[in-house]
């Protein structure tokens, strides 16, 4: 017999019984498990519960970490899919790893035991940072830049086209490609935790459990689960008609426009949507049913000689409603080009009286010409049906650049931009020329950032 080798004679099919049942689906040992019961009797183990039980604790924690049970001091891993749960005390969980851009260890690195061992030339908790980056630092920032411009948000640094979050504490709470996700606001002053423990936080809000509620699910109901969902299910099944919230059995409604008393939205469920009954919406304008009904709970009662989902259309007209439609909505995918309202084919543009939109079907918006301080193409040329005809010797969308310049136009904005990538300090502080900010009255500095007034505008 070789060194090593285990004698199971006159122990018929053992070792083919062994190698099936630690084979099983859902079970996976930790370590080799003993045959002590094939070799004695089921209750051969001699270590007492404690001892046993103390072997599969983690330090401070659960038994096997929770996903196992413990049999005689040795974890058997319980597993919905083979290799998932592993390690001495089940404390391997291999679908745990950080993720980047929605990819585990960023795909550049494979999980182990929770934490992403990164290939070569990549690190990082997700792998994400390259060793050596070949991007020019505006290059980098633009790719690092959130939806408003601002480089990771004001709550990290940029590192090779990815952001680096400030997690000063090791938390993880500051997080998102961008970093534009702060669970920190979840932590309630008082108990400091997240959520008052009756929540889950998602990207900085707390979504609370069932008869909790405030922005830190800090306030119980004094109603029933079942009784809050009653109270706020809508006529058509859905919570508070999917456009408001629940507040322990109220719906508090997403209310777009503050000028009325109550919004355009509004019910016991949130079921009228006055928004219906706008031609074009504009929340400040109260050009209900298109000026020729009645709006009720969303839907239009028009008055006699008008008619149409909106009472937009005259009984009078020649052309039936979608002739009507079709004639005002020219090349446009709206009729009127969305900036005005059609009636018998005829398009009235919006705001009345305010001749920048202007054409057939309003498809001109002379308003695209102008700058932030309300100047027409940067005072450097004539705007034409929304484009700016630049004068001989100036160029850009708003004609804010000099051709005497001998840069290219990405070459001038990267000279503007301030030290968090913002050009010339954000609207209305100044205006980019041939890498020079020239700054509005009251800024200075290199990149207009320079507030001189006496008061924070």
């Known amino acids: 017999m070789q060194p090593g080798t285990m004698c199971t004679r006159g122990l018929p099919g053992l070792a083919l019984l062994v190698v099936a049942v630690t084979s099983l689906p859902g079970l996976r040992p930790a370590a080799p498990p003993s045959l002590r019961s094939a070799l004695g009797s089921p209750a051969a183990c001699r270590l007492s519960r404690a001892e046993a039980e103390l072997r599969c604790r983690v330090p401070g924690g659960q038994l096997c970490s929770g996903r196992g049970r413990c049999d005689c001091g040795v974890c058997i891993c319980q597993v919905t899919e083979a290799g998932k749960y592993y390690g001495p005390l089940c404390e391997c969980h291999d679908w745990v790893c950080e993720t980047y851009d929605g990819k585990i260890c960023a795909g550049h690195g494979k999980c182990d035991c929770g934490k992403c061992k990164c290939d070569e030339g990549w690190y990082g908790e997700a792998c994400q940072y390259p060793t050596s980056c070949n991007l020019t630092r505006k290059k980098s920032n633009e790719m690092c830049k959130n939806s408003q411009d601002i480089i990771c948000s004001g709550a990290g640094t940029c590192q090779c086209g990815r952001c680096k979050c400030a997690n000063s504490e090791g938390n993880g709470l500051v997080y998102g490609k961008f970093c534009e996700c702060d669970d920190r606001e979840c932590i309630d002053d008082e108990t ?92 400040y304008s109260d050009d209900f049913c298109s000026g020729h009904g009645q709006c009720n709970c969303g839907r239009c009662d028009c008055k006699e000689g008008w008619t149409g989902k909106k009472c937009e259309h005259p009984r009078s007209c020649p052309l039936s409603a979608e002739e009507s439609a079709k004639k005002c909505q020219g090349n446009s995918n709206l009729p009127c080009s969305g900036r005005g309202k059609c009636e018998c084919g005829q398009c009235t543009c919006f705001p009345p009286g305010d001749n920048r939109v202007h054409g057939k079907n309003c498809e001109c918006d002379d308003r695209q010409c102008e700058s932030a301080d309300g100047e027409v193409c940067g005072g450097h040329g004539i705007c034409s049906c929304g484009r700016c005809i630049c004068q001989n010797g100036w160029f850009g969308k708003l004609c804010q650049h000099s051709r005497k310049c001998n840069m290219t136009e990405e070459e001038s904005r990267s000279l503007c931009e301030s030290e968090d990538g913002v050009l010339c300090s954000g609207k209305g502080n100044g205006v980019c020329n041939c890498g020079n900010c020239e700054c509005w009255e009251g800024w200075n500095g290199n990149a207009c950032e320079i507030w001189l007034g006496t008061e924070y505008p």
């Open 192 to 283: 400091e935790e997240i959520c008052t423990g009756h929540g889950k936080c998602y990207c900085g809000n707390c979504y609370c459990e069932a008869g909790w509620h405030g922005d830190k699910c800090e306030f119980q109901c004094d109603i029933t689960p079942w009784e809050i969902k009653k109270r706020c299910t809508s006529p058509d099944g859905k919570i508070c008609s999917n456009r408001g919230t629940c507040v322990c059995g109220e719906c508090t409604c997403h209310d777009v426009d503050p000028t009325g008393d109550w919004g355009d939205i509004h019910g016991d469920t949130c079921e009228c949507d006055e928004r219906n009954c706008k031609a074009v919406y504009d929340r």
